[in-house]
């Protein structure tokens, strides 16, 4: 009567464990169990198994069969086998145990992202987008006493408007273009600054024609005018009387932008023109 082992199954002569072929340590009788041909399912008793465990690195082996196959260390010990290690590679992690050490990371991101959005910090500070920030200087780009210096400037550009017979729009690049050269002439004279030269492309205007560009001064502007349409009158009138009054009025251009800045009771203006795309 043949034996076989429990494990793999192989058949051996005699009942002599542990299995030449996976060390398994028990055998048993190579016959028809009763219940097996009625289709009965039960549960077999396989018992211990024992593997051949290197002390060195730890590699298991199925066969006491030195020296091991991963560090070459020349001994081996028998060691019951443990289902741990297997069980732990089988657990899968979830997403957030996974993303837990990239937490900070995604908080940073998450800031900064916050920050470009909100217009806190301007995309113009990462080299190459966005358009130049315009120079640091002192005084206001927004507001002379009580006069609101936008509107204002809403205001110069519909004085010019009526005083010429064809349209002229206003070009939020050629108003970028001049509020950066507007605060880089006050910071120049005020803060003996030198910013950096830029061109009419890094703003995103395209001009087909050369572009004129004007600087006029309004002093003693504290409280010389009562609103915005007041202090407008005044800086049309300057730009209408000026050495490029046939370019704002007749001249070829189709666009046109400007800014006023506010230092020390004067109002400083930037106004350019040409023929864009």
């Not at 024609?209 to 002093?219: F, G």
């Amino acid at each position: 009567m043949k034996w076989r082992c429990t494990w793999c199954g192989k058949p051996h002569e005699d009942n002599d464990p542990p299995c030449d072929n996976c060390g398994h340590n028990k055998f048993e009788e190579a016959i028809v169990r009763e219940g097996e041909e009625t289709g009965d399912s039960r549960t077999v008793d396989t018992g211990t198994t024992y593997v051949w465990k290197c002390p060195n690195c730890g590699r298991e082996h199925v066969k006491n069969n030195p020296p091991c196959s991963r560090c070459g260390n020349p001994d081996l010990e028998k060691t019951e086998q443990t289902y741990d290690d297997v069980e732990r590679e089988l657990d899968t992690p979830g997403w957030l145990e996974v993303a837990k050490p990239y937490l900070p990371v995604f908080a940073v991101l998450g800031v900064v992202f916050l920050l470009f959005a909100t217009g806190i910090v301007p995309a113009s500070v990462i080299p190459g987008v966005g358009t130049p920030s315009p120079p640091d200087a002192p005084g206001d780009g927004s507001q002379a006493a009580e006069i609101d210096l936008e509107e204002t400037e809403s205001e110069i550009h519909e004085r010019l408007e009526a005083a010429r017979d064809e349209s002229r729009s206003y070009d939020a690049g050629l108003a970028s273009v001049a509020e950066y050269q507007n605060r880089a002439s006050v910071a120049s004279e005020y803060a003996d600054a030198e910013p950096g030269d830029v061109s009419l492309g890094d703003f995103g205007v395209d001009c087909t024609t050369n572009p004129v560009a004007l600087t006029v001064t309004v002093p003693n502007a504290n409280d010389a005018f009562t609103d915005e349409a007041d202090l407008g009158d005044v800086v049309a009138t300057q730009l209408l009387e000026s050495r490029i009054d046939d370019e704002i009025t007749d001249g070829p251009a189709t666009a046109e932008g400007l800014d006023l800045h506010y230092v020390d009771g004067t109002v400083y203006v930037f106004y350019a023109t040409c023929q864009t795309r």
